[in-house]
């Protein structure tokens, strides 16, 4: 690590051999009204007797990780899977639910008083917005000063010099100090944000897609000099975004979030050449190329993320998975299984036109139907949605039926729904997850 004259006390660098950050199965729910009506619960034993239940977010379950001193973890996953929840759980902007957070050793539920305002300068928050983080009405030097002043650090001249060159250190003209932030174009925003984060000298900075809201040309640049502080200042950074191409360019390790749980994690080169979990492969295959025969037919992440209210039993990707694994309460031989979960997808989703048993079977089944029970599960169901088939009611009714029947005989029987999956793997280089039962 190249030591920076910025750094404000050398010696409190962390240089024991542990993680610089832990969380120990950490979860963080909200609480959030429910439907009026719905949400109502009556009870004769308590004054007043009605009460209004409130549904329970589980933004973030069970999460267990480590960052190492130094390093860039990037953390990724599509919108609404926990991310920031994370990211503010891990600084105490929110309180975990459950589970525990050590810093430097330390559980930080544990630090009060002096050692808790320490370690909260020790960490801080960059966040992606940066017109709405920087206060209009102050001038770049006051922002920058702001949070040496609420930690008592310095003299007012001393602040003034630590903004300035850390004003060349993002790489800003110091001379801009009395500037508005409106006179910045957004990755100089960044940057200012980038100043005042690091003018309390912190160890470790969570970043929630600092980079997102800036022109794909800027990204690059602000990306850069974000590595280039951190190698000087010594940083260890928790890197959040949705684009796998800033993750890729600036994270070592990567750990993959869907739902609230870590379902991989890997070095860097590992998850992007050899991704182990079919959440990562759909995530990669989802980057779009720009390539002029594409129709579209890659779009592998079908359907929507589930509401963390009501989040999938065992593996929580198993209801888009394309590698849900065969029930093993059914025989199933060759082609059984892959096609019946084709075909419980399709229905599903609704994928096909209507059309007459016969050729249902010979789209899905290669005209040969699986053996036994499972045989007799999928005959049914085709004859709910043929169109010659003999069920009553009308054609929603009919389809849903079917989607039902094959989810509960099927989707529901698999041990994706029914285990929470958690695997280490083999790997050469370090901690490599993958939380899928294909790895069992
Ligand atoms: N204060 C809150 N009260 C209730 N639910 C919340 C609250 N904050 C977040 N959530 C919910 O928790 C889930 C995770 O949200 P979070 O913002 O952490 O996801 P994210 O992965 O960071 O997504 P994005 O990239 O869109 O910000 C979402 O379903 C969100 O609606």
Known sequence: MVSSGLRL??????????????????????????GLLAGLQFDASEFPPFSVERERVRAVDGVSIEVQPGETL?????????????????????????????????NLADLDGEALRQTRSDMQMI?????????????????????????????????????KELLAKVGLDPRH?????????????????????????????VCDEPVSALDVSIQAQVLNTMERLQREFGLTYLFIAHDLSVIRHISDRVA???????????????????????????????IPVPDPR???????????????????????????????????????????WPRTRAFMRAVKRRTFEPMPAARIEAEFFDGTLPRGEAGSIVAEAIDLVATDGEADGDDADRWEA?????????????????????????????????????HR
Not at 178 to 198: T, W
Not at 303 to 312: A, K, L, M
Not at 405 to 424: G, H, I, K, Q, T
């Open 256 to 286: 993959v979030m869907y739902l609230g749980h870590i379902v991989e994690l890997a070095g860097k080169e590992e998850l992007f050449e050899n991704p182990q979990h079919p959440y990562t492969r759909a995530l990669l295959e989802s």
């Open 177 to 205: 100090y009395n500037r508005h932030p409106h006179a910045f174009s957004g990755g100089q925003r960044q940057r200012i944000n980038l100043a005042r984060a690091l003018s309390v000298d912190p160890d470790f900075v």
């Open 74 to 106: 990037g953390l990724v996953g599509e919108s609404g899977c926990g991310k920031s929840t994370l990211g503010r759980t891990v600084l105490r902007l929110l309180e975990p639910t459950e589970g525990d957070i050590y810093f430097k050793g330390e």
């Open 127 to 163: 966040f992606q917005d940066p017109q709405s983080s920087l206060d209009p009405r102050m001038k770049v030097g006051q922002i920058i000063e702001e949070p040496m002043r609420a930690h008592d650090m310095l003299d007012d001249e001393g602040r003034e010099a630590r903004a």
């Open 294 to 336: 594409e129709n579209g037919s890659r779009g592998v992440l079908e359907g929507e993320v589930p509401s963390p209210v009501d989040p999938p039993s065992g593996c929580r990707f198993r209801t888009r998975c394309p590698r849900l694994i065969a029930p093993d309460a059914y025989d199933w031989a060759g082609e059984e």
């Open 402 to 438: 079917a989607t039902d029947l094959l989810l509960e005989s099927f989707a529901e029987a698999s041990v994706c729904a029914r285990e929470r999956p958690a695997y280490d793997l083999e790997s050469g280089d370090g901690e490599r997850f993958a939380a899928c039962h294909l």
């Open 9 to 34: 006390d050398e010696e409190r660098e962390y240089d024991s051999e542990g993680p610089l950050l832990e969380l120990d199965c950490v979860s963080k729910h909200f609480g959030q009204e429910s």
